[in-house]
C-alpha cells in the first residue's frame, strides 16, 4: 500500500457462501496451489463492505481431507481486479442501510438514510426525544444565534397534537407517515434575536441543526425522514407559529419497521440502494468545477 502510494484501503472478509452460511465446516471454496499462485474456485455472500473493498480476505480450502479439522482451510488476499474476480449485485435486504461512500466515513454518517416504513407499535420515549434535541442544541450557528425551533408531536404522549401536525402534511406523505410515532415540524428564525435585523443565515444554520438530531437518532436506533411535502401557513395557523419563523420542513421519527412487515406498497422503496452524485460533482478542490 505505501509503495503505491495509497492513503487508505477498504478491506473485506467473504466467508459465509451461498446455501451454507458461516458454518466453516460447510465451506466450498477451493484454492489450489499452482506453485508462484493458488487458483481460487468459489462464491461468496453476505459481505459487509463486498461492493467497496479494494482487498477481499477470502476463507478457503486449501485442504481436502476430511480429517484435517481447521487446518483445511486458509485465508487468501484477494485484490479486486484479479482474474476471475467478480462482484454480485446488491443483495435486497433491510437493516441498517449503509451508503457507498467513496471514503471512509463514520457509520453514524453511512447508517443514516430515510426510510417510510416505521413499527407503530415501538413509541419513541421522551427521553430519547430530549437527547435528539440536546444534539441539534449544540449545532454551530450565526453569532450563536440558535435560530432554530422544533415543535416534537408524539402520538403516545399527545395524540391530539399528533393528530394536527399530520394533517399538515402533503397528501403524497400521508400514507406512510400515518405510522410514524413521532412527528416534528422545523423552524427557523427569519431574523437575529439579539437586535431584530434579517438573519440570512438561520435557515443555513436549521438544517445544521436538524442533522445533528438525525444522527442522534441514528445512535439511538432510531430512523428519521425530513419532508419538504407539508403546508407551512397551515401548520403556522395550527401550532401558533410566530410570524418571524418559517416553517422550513417536517419530520417523521421512530424504528425501522422489520422487513418480514414491511408493506408491499413500499418494498421496493425500501429496499433499493441508496444512491448520490459522484463526489467530485458537488465537491471542488481549489476551484469551480475541480472535482475531487
Given at each position: 500500500?505505501?509503495?503505491?502510494?495509497?492513503?487508505y484501503?477498504?478491506?473485506?472478509i467473504?466467508?459465509?457462501?451461498?446455501?451454507?452460511?458461516s458454518?466453516?465446516q460447510?465451506?466450498?471454496?477451493?484454492?489450489v496451489?499452482q506453485?508462484?499462485?493458488?487458483l481460487?474456485?468459489?462464491?461468496?455472500?453476505?459481505?459487509?463492505?463486498?461492493?467497496q473493498?479494494?482487498?477481499?480476505?477470502?476463507v478457503?480450502?486449501?485442504?481436502?481431507?476430511?480429517?484435517a479439522g481447521?487446518?483445511?482451510f486458509?485465508?487468501?488476499?484477494?485484490?479486486?481486479g484479479?482474474p476471475?474476480?467478480?462482484?454480485?449485485?446488491?443483495?435486497?435486504?433491510?437493516?441498517?442501510?449503509?451508503?457507498?461512500?467513496?471514503?471512509?466515513?463514520?457509520?453514524?454518517?453511512?447508517?443514516r438514510?430515510?426510510?417510510?416504513?416505521y413499527?407503530?407499535?415501538?413509541?419513541?420515549?421522551?427521553?430519547?426525544?430530549?437527547?435528539m434535541?440536546?444534539?441539534a442544541?449544540?449545532?454551530?450557528?450565526?453569532f450563536?444565534?440558535q435560530?432554530w425551533?422544533v415543535?416534537?408531536c408524539?402520538?403516545?404522549?399527545?395524540?391530539?397534537?399528533?393528530?394536527?401536525?399530520?394533517?399538515?402534511?402533503?397528501?403524497?406523505?400521508?400514507p406512510?407517515c400515518?405510522?410514524?410515532?413521532?412527528?416534528a415540524?422545523?423552524?427557523?428564525?427569519?431574523?437575529?434575536?439579539?437586535?431584530?435585523?434579517?438573519?440570512g443565515w438561520?435557515?443555513?444554520?436549521?438544517g445544521a441543526?436538524a442533522?445533528?438530531?438525525?444522527?442522534?437518532?441514528?445512535?439511538?436506533?432510531?430512523?428519521t425522514?425530513q419532508?419538504?411535502g407539508?403546508?407551512?401557513?397551515?401548520?403556522r395557523?395550527?401550532?401558533?407559529?410566530?410570524?418571524?419563523?418559517?416553517?422550513?420542513?417536517?419530520?417523521?421519527?421512530?424504528y425501522?419497521?422489520?422487513?418480514?412487515r414491511?408493506?408491499?406498497a413500499?418494498r421496493?422503496?425500501?429496499?433499493?440502494?441508496?444512491?448520490?452524485d459522484?463526489?467530485?460533482?458537488?465537491?471542488f478542490?481549489?476551484?469551480w468545477?475541480?472535482g475531487?
Open positions: 500500500i505505501r509503495e503505491r502510494g495509497i492513503e484501503i477498504v478491506t473485506a467473504a466467508m459465509t457462501e451461498p446455501g451454507t452460511g458454518d466453516l460447510g465451506i466450498r471454496t477451493t484454492a496451489d506453485g508462484d499462485h493458488y481460487l474456485n468459489g462464491s461468496k455472500t453476505f459481505i459487509s463492505s463486498g461492493q473493498a479494494d482487498l477481499v480476505i477470502v478457503c480450502r486449501t485442504n481436502a481431507d476430511p480429517e481447521a487446518k483445511a486458509s485465508l487468501l488476499i484477494v485484490e479486486a484479479m476471475g474476480f467478480e462482484r454480485g449485485r446488491n443483495l435486497d435486504k433491510i437493516g441498517q442501510k449503509a451508503a457507498d461512500t467513496s471514503a471512509p466515513v463514520h457509520d453514524i454518517i453511512m447508517n438514510w430515510s426510510g417510510v416504513s413499527d407503530p407499535d415501538k413509541p419513541v420515549s421522551t427521553d430519547d426525544l430530549r437527547a434535541a440536546e444534539a442544541r449544540w449545532a454551530p450557528s450565526c450563536g444565534d435560530p425551533r415543535i416534537f408524539s402520538k403516545s404522549a399527545d395524540e391530539g397534537a399528533w393528530q394536527q401536525a399530520f394533517d399538515c402534511l402533503g397528501e403524497g406523505n400521508q406512510w400515518k405510522h410514524a410515532p413521532v412527528l415540524i422545523i423552524c427557523a428564525d427569519s431574523q437575529f434575536s439579539k437586535n431584530d435585523k434579517p438573519n438561520g435557515a443555513y444554520d436549521t441543526a442533522l445533528s438530531l438525525c444522527l442522534q437518532g441514528v445512535h439511538l436506533g432510531l430512523m425522514h419532508m419538504a407539508f403546508m407551512p401557513d397551515k401548520a395557523t395550527t401550532f401558533n407559529i410566530p410570524a418571524r419563523y418559517q416553517p422550513m420542513a417536517m419530520m417523521t421519527i421512530g425501522q419497521l422489520p422487513q418480514d414491511l408493506p408491499e413500499f421496493e422503496r425500501e429496499l433499493k440502494p441508496r444512491v448520490r459522484p463526489l467530485g460533482e458537488h465537491f478542490l481549489g476551484a468545477g475541480k475531487f
